[in-house]
């Protein structure tokens, strides 16, 4: 589908349980008050959010705005994303996950690609992100990147000082060398967020940019034996400390610990 406005919206709550969805072009990708992501494989496109809870009026555009959307609750810290399995793979110019109130990770697969401009991030919550489980995956810019909060369940990884550059791959590989996550970015970013049930809380993992992986992928993600090459290292910690924000992310050179 494609659309000038949102590719999917619904005032109150929306359920994805299954199905195959491709929002090839809209301005923001999937909206409601409350949405809960039970399955399916997603793929959007968006030239602001990629998925969007909010409450009250849709004024997150400063200009250009298709449409102003009203939404069902009204309260502040209303918005609620919840992802308990399926694949989504976002591309968005805007904010990749924008939440007013929460997100909840509990299962599934998450990809998101963008933005590049440094007043919206990959991850954009008003109260918490607790990552529970699943894997994530988000690069994008570093002005406003965020990683999910301290009250998460299983541990992260969160850097805004990668190199990368767009058709570039990164490889995650952890202490004793072993790959944890091959993946191909389809936009140029400087921070990273990434969260596997593979990660131990307290170990340093190593991120490699600028290799290049063979064959094909639908979602960006790579078999360990694709990836080649690699120019530039960094290490990072796994944590469940939260990091980054507003007022410009964490400082230059900071990482994770």
């Known amino acids: ?21 491709n929002i090839n072009q809209s301005y923001e990708g999937i909206e409601a008050t409350e949405i809960t992501l039970n399955g399916g494989d997603i793929t959007l496109t968006s030239t602001d959010d990629g998925v969007n809870t909010a409450g009250g009026n849709d004024a997150s555009a400063v200009s250009g705005r298709p449409g102003e959307n009203t939404f069902t609750s009204t309260a502040e810290g209303a918005g ?32 998101v690609n963008g933005p590049t401009d440094s007043m919206n991030g990959t991850l954009d ?5 607790n990552m529970n489980g699943g894997t994530l995956i988000g690069v994008g810019s570093s002005g406003m990147a965020m990683s999910p909060s301290s009250t998460s369940a299983q541990s992260f ?17 952890g202490p004793d060398g072993e790959v944890i996550m091959t993946f191909e970015a389809s936009t ?51 944590t469940t400390e939260s990091s980054g924000g507003q007022m410009g992310g964490m400082p230059s050179g900071g990482f994770a610990k």
Do not use: C, K, R, W
Request: proline fraction near 2%.
């Open 1 to 21: 589908m494609a659309s000038g406005d949102d590719g999917i919206h619904a005032d109150n709550t929306l359920t994805i349980d299954d199905g195959t969805i």
């Open 80 to 111: 609620l994303l919840t992802v308990n399995g399926g694949t989504l793979v976002v591309n968005a110019s805007g904010d990749g996950l924008d939440s007013n109130g929460s997100i909840e990770m509990n299962d599934g697969t998450v990809i």
């Open 125 to 129: 919550y008003d109260s918490t992100f």
């Open 157 to 173: 990884l969160f850097t805004s000082s990668i190199p990368l550059v767009a058709d570039e791959a990164i490889q995650i590989t």
């Open 188 to 238: 140029t970013a400087q921070s990273l967020v990434f969260s596997s049930p593979d990660l131990v809380n307290g170990s340093a993992y190593t991120i490699t940019t600028g290799g290049t992986v063979s064959g094909d992928s639908a979602t960006g993600i790579y078999e360990d034996t694709s990836f080649s090459g690699g120019s530039s290292t960094v290490e990072v910690s796994a």
